[in-house]
């Protein structure tokens, strides 16, 4: 009994530390994205321990509004098992994923969500349309992994495009 008891203890101490490596996994790809000057989003696809899809926002880098972390890994995810259907994938993402995303895992049936950042303004999970609750699929959803760090990343980069634009405006306006 002891024993099982231990075992059980183990195995979520060992799950909770992959949640963990593989949502720091998605804030090095959010960090990337950052670089490019893109919203500080990263997403992972797991399967059975396994990443098998992995992207960052690319939206600016390539004029499209569609090019989601959470769209573009749920494409590479389907490419790569040749499935329309995620149900044994985890999806880790930095940020709650907004109404598009969220219809697109329940679409794809993404077996699991864990984020870092709740979305107040724009999230479609907790936040917003809540899009699980009016789907016909519902994932098993983890939010705040990670939360302050993914928060203060985006807080960061929020500031500092507000800081640049604020300054172009004083240079035009002869401030």
């Given at each position: ?7 059980i203890?183990?195995?979520?101490i060992?799950?909770?530390?992959a949640?963990?490596?593989?949502m ?14 893109e ?7 797991v ?9 960052h ?5 390539n004029h499209?509004?569609l090019y ?6 749920i ?19 930095t940020l709650?994923p ?7 895992i329940?679409q794809?049936r ?18 917003g ?14 939010g705040?992994?990670?939360e ?13 495009k ?10 035009f306006?002869?401030?």
């Amino acid at each position: 009994m002891v024993k099982r008891i231990l075992m059980i203890l183990f195995s979520k101490i060992v799950i909770g530390t992959a949640v963990m490596d593989y949502m720091l996994h998605a804030i090095r790809l959010a960090k990337i994205a950052q670089d490019r000057n893109e919203v500080p989003v990263g997403a992972v696809l797991v399967k059975n321990n396994h990443i098998i899809a992995q992207a960052h926002n690319a939206c600016e880098t390539n004029h499209n509004s569609l090019y989601h972390a959470e769209m573009l890994a749920i494409h590479q995810g389907i490419q790569h098992l040749q499935s329309m259907y995620l149900n044994e994938c985890t999806l880790y993402v930095t940020l709650e994923p907004c109404p598009m995303c969220a219809a697109a895992i329940a679409q794809s049936r993404v077996g699991k969500i864990v984020f870092g950042a709740y979305d107040p303004k724009s999230g479609g999970v907790e936040h917003g349309p809540k899009i699980f609750e009016h789907s016909h699929f519902c994932p098993q959803i983890i939010g705040g992994v990670h939360e302050s760090q993914c928060a203060k990343l985006l807080k960061i980069f929020f500031q500092n495009k507000r800081y640049k634009t604020n300054s172009r405006s004083s240079i035009f306006h002869g401030n």
